[in-house]
């Protein structure tokens, strides 16, 4: 049974650069057909899709967000990663990796536990 | 401010079926299928709906989707205490990227 976790900082200062990974266990991540995705969700507040990278490398992004987002994957770690630069308070939030179908974008199935990022000097 | 428009809030009594509405527009729930999340506080979301009217399995058939136009609504009959929760609509964009709705916080009274 596939499983993720993010990890990194918890607190990032503004304009600086937010870094998360996602660890997939119990299966490859290179495996299958799937788009591995980052999906956010502040305090009190909705979801928010960030944007997804595929098992060939190729990524899709929310265009609000474009600018300053960059997913990669690391198959040799079975780790997918996130980077949002010029990181600002309306930045703070949870944020989710989770797996999603190549057929069903929008079906997520796992998800993280989520982590909470803190933008604050 | 979400892409798609749901209601903040929803109640129903315990047996009553009540209904959740998302309004998108054309590049969105217009050409694409529609999907709806259960979060339960401190966990993250749960499909319960893809393909604006499939259930994947194990949710129960309680809850059902339906998408005409631009918009896309959940139904939950029989209302039970556990399906108090946020639920959220999302559908694919045209821009290539997913959206998603605000919210809409369900309280069984």
């Known amino acids: 049974q596939v499983q993720l976790q993010e990890s990194g900082p918890g607190l990032v200062k503004p304009s600086q650069t937010l870094s998360l990974t996602c660890t997939v266990s119990g299966g490859s991540i290179s495996s299958g057909s799937y788009y591995w995705s980052w999906i956010r969700q502040p305090a009190g507040k909705g979801l928010e899709w960030i944007g997804r990278i595929y098992t060939s490398g190729n990524t899709n992004y929310n265009p609000s967000l474009k600018s300053r987002v960059t997913i990669s994957v690391d198959t040799s770690k079975n780790q997918f990663s996130l980077k949002l630069s010029s990181v600002t308070a309306a930045d703070t939030a949870v944020y989710y990796c989770?797996?999603?179908?190549?057929?069903?974008?929008?079906?997520?199935?796992?998800w993280g536990q989520g982590t909470l990022v803190t933008v604050s000097s | 401010q979400s892409v798609l428009t749901q209601p903040p809030s929803a109640s129903g009594t315990p047996g009553q079926r009540v209904t959740i509405s998302c309004s998108g527009s054309s590049s969105n729930i217009g050409s694409n299928y529609v999907y709806w999340y259960q979060q339960l506080p401190g966990t993250a979301p749960k499909l319960l709906i893809y393909s604006n009217n499939q259930r994947p399995s194990g949710v129960p058939d309680r809850f059902s989707g339906s998408k005409s136009g631009t918009s896309g609504s959940l139904a939950i009959s029989g209302l039970r205490s556990e399906d108090e929760a946020d639920y959220y609509c999302a559908a694919w964009d045209d821009s290539l990227s997913g959206v998603f709705g605000g919210g809409t916080k369900l309280t069984v009274l």
């Open positions: 989770a797996r999603a179908s190549s057929s069903w974008y929008l079906w997520f199935d796992p």
